[in-house]
Each structure stands twice: as structure tokens, then as C-alpha cells.
């Protein structure tokens, strides 16, 4: 009986197993389960295989901090934006793809890294850019001047490019060059919440390990290589080379053909541009586009100086200097904290357009009307963001005053910097930067 009963109650145990392990299979069965079990292994699949495919991806990009400035090797950039190499000669490119010396990932022990962040102002259009020169008269074996400029971006940028390369980078200083002319045209200001977005601007990818396959997927985007058109069989500078070569094989009167031909008025628009071409002033013009200072030939004036002779309206008209602030200002603010919670000292810096101090720039170019009505609204737009900063308690220095009057400051056809305007602002700066770091 007793053997009896436990071979029964044996028998039960195994029967209520069998039953359980039927019921796991059974629920195992039911769609929910399947489908749960489908989506977890699929899941999992792709997240192996996007980090496989970042792993692969890492062979063919470029390095940390080539990866968050240019996105590309340093010859591409002697193509395209290097283009005073190509004209005049002067400091080439680094291994991080910067017009700089070689610089080590940190600076090295007692060495103060001070940080210039800004576009092509910091970056080029002079053989000694405004980093080394002002190193150069600072003199100093304490203290080291970076080049952090890259050409064609804009208030965004530069606070993605502190946040992401600057301060990992080590910088103690950050001096960034706001350019009145365009720096007051707000970017579109990426979130953690984008999967992929052209790094240094922060994505899901990037901030979670992937950032070589971000590269990858997004680096065609960045402005910089659109703008100079790398990726083209003549890039932006050879291009513009090609134009200024064309104007020097023609007579003034077929170069005024040509400049009205290029603005592709008719009627009555193109019947003032050609008496406005046909003053004897022109003749100046005409001269200077042949042989614009350095060899280097820019057309991006054209659009918005044909539009002042003809009294048309220009873009910047449709935007008020109060709209112009408050579209950038949210970055000049994050830029402050990022700054501050990493204890460095931030001041912004003012570069003024050329045809507010330059007068011989005003001169070449005042045949088309009124200069003073294509800088006037960034002026304003200059003074109310002034008051913010002084407001807020961010820190700026204006080149304006260091530049007015300086004859041949500015390039009379590019716009940008000559040597002799990268001279005085490095002298003007680096006497502020010694009252910094006595």
C-alpha cells in the first residue's frame, strides 16, 4: 500500500510537471508570445549589427577631433577652402585639418590652451590666420592659440563645436568671433532626440557609440563641404578663380556685359543696371575684380549689390534686427553654460563687416548705391545683442572701433580679413589676453 501510494503520489509529481511544461509550451504557442519573441530577437539583431557596421565604419572615418570640425582628411580641405594656399601661400593644415601648427589632443602641462571658435574669419582668406598671429605676438611659451574656425557655419555650430571638441579638448579660454554679416542667421538646432545628425551636434547615434556610422550617413550634409562643393569636379574656388580669369580677358565693356548678363535681370531692372555699369567710376571696379587683393575673386557680393542699384528689395529687409537677436541668442546663452559648467571663461568677440569701417572697401564696391542699407539692420541687430550680453553677464570685446578707418583691413573683393586686419586685431587681442593671463 505505502508502495503503492508513493508510485501514485511519484506519478502525480511527474503528471503535474508534464502538465506545467504543456502549459509553457501551450503559452509559448499563443501569437503574443511569438510576436514578443520575434520583436526581442529582432531588436537585438539589429542593434549587433549596428554596431558591427560601426565598427567597420571606424576604418574609413576620420579621427577624433577631425570627425567634429571639417568631417574630412586635410588634403580635401587644401582643395576646397584652402584656397589662399593656392594664391598666396602661409600656414597650412595640421593633422586635425586646422590652418595651425600641430597641436597635441590636450595642451601640454602648464601650458594655458586658449580657443578661437568662429568661421572663416578665424579660419582663412589671410597666409597668417588671426590664431598664430596673435600666438606669434603673444610670444609666449605658457599660453597657446588654437585654431577652432571653421568656414561656413554658424551660432549653432559654434556651440556644438565648444560642448563637443573645444572643452574635451582641453581649452582654459574661449574667444569666439561673431560675424555681424551673417552670424546673426539662426541654424537649425538638432536635439538628442535625432538618430543621425552631422556631428559635433549630439544624436542618438553619437551618444550612443555609433558616431563612426553617423559619420558616415551624415558627413555629406555639413555645410562646409556643400558650400565649397569638395565633392565636385571644380569646387567653389576654382570656380570663382575661373570667373575673375574671364574678366581679365575682357574688354570693360564686354565685363559690364558680362556682370549684367550674370544678373539675370531683363526689362527695365536690367536697363538701370546698365546705366548704373556704364558710370566711369565702374572703371575701378572692373580693375579690382582683374585683380582682386591676393588672387582671391569672391561673387557672393553680386546678388545683393545688383538688387541695390535697381532699388529692389533684399532678404535681410524681411528680417527685423529684434527677430535677427532673438533667432541666435538661445545658443549664445547655452554656449555661456556649457562654458561655465566646465569653468572656462567665454568672451564673444564682434568682427564688423566690412563696409561699416573700411573705407576703401566702401570705395570699391559704393558704384551700386547706398552700402550702408546692406549692413544697417545687423548694426542694430549688433547693439541689442550688446544689451543682452550686458544684461546676462557674458563677457564681449568689439573690433569696430580697432578697425574704423583702416584702409585695405578687409580683402576689396572677398570681404574677409587682409593680413593687415588679421595685424591689428592680433594686436588688439593679444593685449587683451595678456590683461587675462598676466
Keep these: ?81 584652402g584656397r589662399v594656399l593656392q594664391v598666396q601661400g602661409g600656414q597650412g593644415f595640421n593633422d586635425w585639418g586646422q590652418r595651425d601648427r600641430q597641436r597635441d589632443v590636450q595642451p601640454p602641462k602648464h601650458v594655458k590652451r586658449i580657443a578661437f571658435v568662429g568661421d572663416s574669419f578665424v579660419e582663412e582668406s589671410a597666409p597668417i590666420p588671426i590664431p598664430m598671429a596673435v600666438e606669434n605676438k603673444l610670444g609666449r611659451k605658457d599660453v597657446e592659440v588654437v585654431n577652432f574656425g571653421v568656414s561656413a557655419t554658424g551660432v549653432a555650430d559654434y556651440y556644438y563645436r565648444i560642448k563637443n571638441v573645444v572643452i574635451p579638448l582641453g581649452a582654459h579660454a574661449i574667444y569666439l568671433f561673431f560675424y555681424e554679416g551673417n552670424d546673426f542667421v539662426p541654424d537649425k538646432h538638432s536635439t538628442r532626440l535625432a538618430i543621425f545628425t552631422t556631428y559635433p551636434k549630439d544624436s542618438l547615434a553619437s551618444r550612443t557609440g555609433l558616431l563612426a556610422l553617423n559619420h558616415l550617413v551624415t558627413n555629406r550634409h555639413r555645410n562646409g563641404l556643400r558650400v565649397w562643393q569638395v565633392d565636385q569636379e571644380t569646387t567653389l574656388h576654382q570656380q570663382e578663380q575661373e570667373m575673375m580669369q574671364r574678366l581679365q580677358t575682357l574688354s570693360d565693356a564686354e565685363a559690364r556685359q558680362f556682370l549684367l548678363d550674370y544678373s539675370k535681370f531683363s526689362g527695365e531692372k536690367r536697363e538701370r543696371l546698365l546705366k548704373v555699369l556704364q558710370r566711369p567710376e565702374s572703371a575701378a571696379l572692373l580693375t579690382a575684380l582683374r585683380h582682386p587683393d591676393g588672387g582671391l575673386f569672391r561673387s557672393y557680393m553680386f546678388d545683393d549689390l545688383f538688387r541695390l542699384a535697381v532699388g529692389e528689395s533684399l532678404k535681410i529687409d524681411a528680417v527685423s534686427p529684434d527677430t535677427m537677436v532673438t533667432g541666435i541668442y538661445p545658443d549664445i546663452l547655452a554656449i555661456k553654460r556649457v562654458c561655465d559648467a566646465a569653468h572656462v571663461k567665454l568672451t564673444v568677440l564682434f568682427v564688423p563687416m566690412g563696409l561699416h569701417v573700411d573705407p576703401r572697401y566702401v570705395e570699391t564696391w559704393s558704384l551700386f548705391g547706398d552700402l550702408d542699407r546692406l549692413g544697417h539692420r545687423q548694426s542694430r541687430a549688433t547693439e541689442l545683442l550688446r544689451e543682452r550680453l550686458i544684461r546676462d553677464g557674458i563677457a564681449f570685446h568689439d573690433f569696430n572701433p580697432v578697425l574704423k578707418g583702416v584702409r585695405g583691413a578687409y580683402l576689396n573683393v572677398d570681404g574677409h580679413w587682409s593680413q593687415q586686419g588679421v595685424d591689428w586685431v592680433a594686436d588688439d587681442l593679444s593685449r587683451l589676453i595678456r590683461a587675462t593671463f598676466p
Design 1 to 81: 500500500m505505502l508502495w503503492n501510494g508513493c508510485s501514485a503520489s511519484g506519478g502525480m509529481r511527474r503528471m503535474g510537471i508534464s502538465e506545467n511544461q504543456d502549459a509553457m509550451d501551450n503559452r509559448f504557442e499563443r501569437p503574443v508570445y511569438k510576436v514578443s519573441l520575434i520583436g526581442i530577437l529582432s531588436v537585438l539583431a539589429i542593434v549587433l549589427s549596428l554596431y558591427g557596421a560601426n565598427e567597420v565604419a571606424s576604418w574609413f572615418v576620420p579621427p577624433f577631433p577631425i570627425i567634429g570640425l571639417h568631417g574630412v582628411k586635410p588634403e580635401i580641405g587644401v582643395r576646397g577652402w
